[in-house]
């Protein structure tokens, strides 16, 4: 974590993060003391209009991801774009990113990629979705849970044939 990031958390009235017993390991490490909600996909809507009404009354809120960059692959992106919709300033503070912290290891071709992100979690959806990207000849950047790694490979195999693949886990956490 940068120090810019420690002073943020530090220094913002509330602290939204994905998985509140997560982050709160991170804030007691650094003994930081700001109040913490949670803001994850089930509570998005709800939780997301109240907290863009607390951004006008002119709190500063910090966004934190359960890994990796906030708005990338998590519901961060629902919050960021309400903020921006209400004229409210979204400010990066840049760190890690799972998506370029693997493609900056895997050997394969960085110049241009396609980031998919999740694999949906249904069969049909998937091989769905590797059909419509199998001829691409960009390297391919997909999200998958270790549980359902094996199936998907094999899918991507299945569909994309011998096709070279890295894979990679918890690079930014």
Known sequence: ????????????DLIAAEDTRRTRILL?????????TSYYEYNKLIKG??????LETGENIAL??????PGISDPG?????LALQ???????????????????????PTDSFVFQGFL???????????????EEKRTLVFYESPNRLQA???????????????VTRELTK
């Open 49 to 54: 209009k109240q907290l863009i009404d607390r």
């Open 64 to 69: 934190v991801s359960d890994a990796g960059t």
């Open 120 to 134: 949906p979690n249904k069969i049909t959806a998937r091989k769905k979705l590797i059909e419509k990207v199998a």
């Open 86 to 108: 209400s004229s409210t300033s979204v400010i990066p503070i840049p760190g890690v990113s799972a998506v370029i912290t693997a493609l900056s290891v895997s050997g394969l």
């Open 1 to 12: 974590i940068t120090f810019r990031a420690l002073r943020t958390l530090k220094e913002v």
């Open 28 to 36: 007691n490490h650094y003994s930081i003391k700001t109040p913490l």
């Open 152 to 166: 998907a490979l094999q899918d991507l195999l299945e569909i994309c044939g011998d096709r070279e693949i890295v």
């Open 77 to 81: 992106y629902h919050l960021i774009k």
